[in-house]
């Protein structure tokens, strides 16, 4: 049995956080600087944005995670570190400080900045906060941290799941932020994940990057990829789990575990993409691959057209059809059936790739929910796939136009 | 010399247009039905959209130039004739009423239809309303054709050009309509342009693919790849000249001047893309081949993010990278300058991948303006490109949020 639990990035066994404001950001109530700490050295792994422009932050935790071995996440927001001449120096430095203030090696530390590019990150609030971040440790804390890492987030984002494996209660954890500069393809904005299940970096690594693609890589909130995406967990082993170490029946539960979890912080960043007003979900069925079913879902999720209607809860499903054409898949468009879906009830709107009379009002009402599904039924073969997004807004506009100041 | 000069469409010997209301839109002072004619048969040539997902017009109009000959257009706005069972239907039946109207052979004309997608196109305004189309045909009409094919656009978009071939004086004319669901990859909306060079049918679909790479296909409004975007030309031969047969010297001239033409009215669509307050040009240097130039280019005038920026006039550089460096082309990011010009002045923002300090006020003022271009060069090679875009603003998403009420 897999369920959903409180706890967040604190729910598995040996894990800490805290966050604090330290002053990269003007506005005094708003946190701007976490951590994330094990009592133990863990097993750990991460996927980075497939972005050629990489955030410093990004160089250093790769080097850092190169043995497979992590005990903490420092991370700030309000400052991207990217683009700036002395990046790499900057964020080696917030490793060493915050090494200094657990009494871990540099080396053990993953690093993550997210905000504006190409500004140079001010350390000093960082130096002068990090003792008493490192004192506010507890296993009450991931809230605060889950605000600390927030930019334009509306809300707080954690996640925790329970399950059985090897006899064994095990947790996964998580917190993530988005919210801008995130679409497909390693696009997972920041995403910080702690388990106590006993698994090697490998298996570890393995787990992240098959999970990955059905969840974070399946978000689009406005096409772009941004330059600090960073998925990273950490494995403590404190659950006692016999070691997964390879690709066994307890690696396929830690997976679904892991997928589970993933899924409902991947529709937590799309419904809370900047200026959001609803979450998106673009379900595509009968697809002849799974290329081409991930392809479709994210084509309708990614148009501009598609998700300006869904904000004027208009059934216009001739921008759904446009954007399976457009999409590069393999598709019968003579087939296609589209069902708009929400708490409100269901409707058809097109089938055999032409339009089919419906009640409007019915589908003003469906589309004005929060949570609004739009159904692809293709008559391709059996593949399918989900992809998570908003609608686009009077607010993303605002939000993006002036940004910086 | 090539020199623009007015006329539109009818500019080159041979041609008259008109343009009428007959009322499948319901707003009766907006014209919605429009005609342009030859005096003789054309040789003729179109490439149309990408998308997998047709109008019937576009299966029609490929039929009907499978000869290279066309003598008449026809196109209606309002309604795409798209994803409807009786499309083909009605598209053949547009033709057929144009070539009785005309007295010409219903092959001979080129049928275009735009707007809402999925509605059944009621024929009986078209047949009403024909004669009268036909009878109003002449060298004025053009700009009356012109506001008939506008959708959202908010200008008429007609240009001409005149150049010497073989010592003889030639004109090139076109009109053109956007301004959503225009994107890169043979996304041209519906542009119709006429010749009076003599040229055979092939040569001009060479001449036309040629030049769509570097102009039409250079255009991003808001990503989405239209079902229904149609480039046609028709050439008359009536200026005199030696009929262009093979890839020679005068074949060279006719593309020049076909480029000049074809990248005017890529900067009026792209300036009056839906919602847009300002034409974006961005402009690449250096790049290492010339896919990787129309790449990055193409990147950058797509970004949502950079787009709403520019909406801001906030010179968030960093978007700029963000976007080149998620383009899929090779380009050392240690090398990218970047920077902003306007009627107001320039402002150089990035050098070596990293931001120097610039003057926020001049910034603002540069990017204030109607025509803004951001120049990136690279250090990568020699090859360079233009793209067309325009900003992302409230208008956009308010134009989209409710399109079909």
């Known amino acids: ?152 987030d509306l809300i707080k984002k954690e996640v925790a799941v329970r399950f059985e494996l090897g006899g064994k209660t095990v947790h996964i954890g998580g917190i993530a932020k988005g919210s801008g500069m995130i679409h497909p393809n390693m696009a997972t904005m920041l995403c910080f994940l702690t388990t106590d299940a006993a698994i090697s970096a490998e298996m570890l690594d393995e787990a992240l990057h098959d999970v990955v693609k059905d969840s974070f890589n399946m978000i689009s909130i406005d096409g772009d990829t941004s330059t600090n995406d960073t998925l990273a967990i950490m494995a403590s082993g404190l659950a006692g789990n016999p070691e997964i170490t390879q690709k066994d029946a307890g690696y396929e539960i830690f997976c679904q575990a892991l997928l589970m979890l993933c899924k409902e912080l991947s529709k937590l960043l799309a419904g809370d993409g900047e200026g959001a007003t609803k979450l998106i979900i673009c379900r595509v069925n009968g697809a002849k691959s799974d290329k081409d079913a991930r392809g479709i879902a994210k084509s309708v999720i990614c148009s501009s057209l598609f998700k300006a209607a869904m904000f004027g809860a208009d059934a216009n499903w001739g921008r759904v059809l446009c954007a399976i054409g457009y999409s590069g898949c393999q598709v019968d468009v003579n087939k296609v059936q589209v069902r708009f879906t929400s708490a409100m009830g269901e409707i058809l709107v097109c089938r055999n790739g032409a339009g089919v009379e419906f009640d409007e009002d019915l589908a003003k009402q469906v589309l004005s929910e929060k949570k609004v599904t739009v159904e692809i039924t293709l008559g391709d073969g059996d593949a399918k796939a989900e992809a998570y997004g908003c609608d686009l807004t009077y607010d993303y506009v605002k939000i993006n136009g002036d940004y910086r100041t």
Request: hydrophobic share 45%; proline share 3%; glycine share 10%.
């Open 1 to 152: 049995m897999m369920q959903f639990v409180s706890g967040g990035v604190t729910a598995a066994k040996g894990f800490t956080a805290a966050g604090v404001h330290c002053g990269i950001r003007k506005n005094k109530s708003k946190r701007d600087l976490a951590m994330i700490y094990c009592e133990k050295p863990c097993a750990a792994a991460a996927v980075y944005t497939q972005n050629l422009v990489k955030g410093a932050p990004i160089l250093v935790t790769q080097e850092n995670l190169k043995n497979g071995v992590a005990q903490a996440v420092i991370c700030n927001s309000g400052n991207a570190n990217t683009c700036n001449a002395d990046g790499l120096e900057k964020a080696r430095r917030m490793c060493e400080l915050a090494g200094e203030a657990l009494n871990i090696p540099a080396q053990d530390v993953i690093v993550a900045s997210t905000g504006v590019i190409g500004q140079i990150l001010p350390i000093e609030p960082i130096e002068n906060a990090v003792e008493d971040l490192a004192a506010q440790l507890s296993t009450e804390g991931g809230t605060n941290a889950a605000e600390a890492i927030m930019t334009t």
